[in-house]
Nanobody, 123 residues
């Protein structure tokens, strides 16, 4: 049974940076696509970024392109999200997700989810 645990969230000022980590355990996710989603109060969960474990495909939401970078370390069974130039509208709970096969931007097509980590950006 696979598990994902996020860490690294916190409170930062606009323009600041945070690095989120997602540690996987219980199984190896080397053949899984990994992604980050976020959900703000009163809003639907939205796609942020995704990366295939075999390194072929990386996709970002337009709202974070050029500011966020998703990366992975298969040896550590982990995925990361480097967030720079943060804006108040980035405030949300950020979730790590995984699925077998190709990456998608739909949250209902991911099978494994972490508990989430809160990111708050003040103005």
């Amino acid at each position: 049974q696979g598990q994902l645990v996020e860490s690294g969230g916190g409170l930062v000022q606009a323009g600041g940076s945070l690095r989120l980590s997602c540690a996987a355990s219980g199984r190896t996710f080397s053949t899984y696509a990994m992604a980050w989603f976020r959900q703000a109060p009163g809003k639907d969960r939205e796609f942020v970024a995704a990366k295939s474990w075999d390194g072929g495909i990386t996709t970002y939401a337009d709202s974070v392109k050029g500011r966020f970078t998703i990366s992975r370390d298969n040896a550590k069974n982990a995925v990361y999200l480097q967030m720079n130039s943060l804006k108040p509208e980035d405030t949300a709970v950020y979730y790590c997700a995984a699925r077998s096969g190709r990456i998608t931007t739909r949250n209902d097509e991911y099978d494994y989810w972490g508990q989430g980590t809160q990111v708050t950006v003040s103005s």
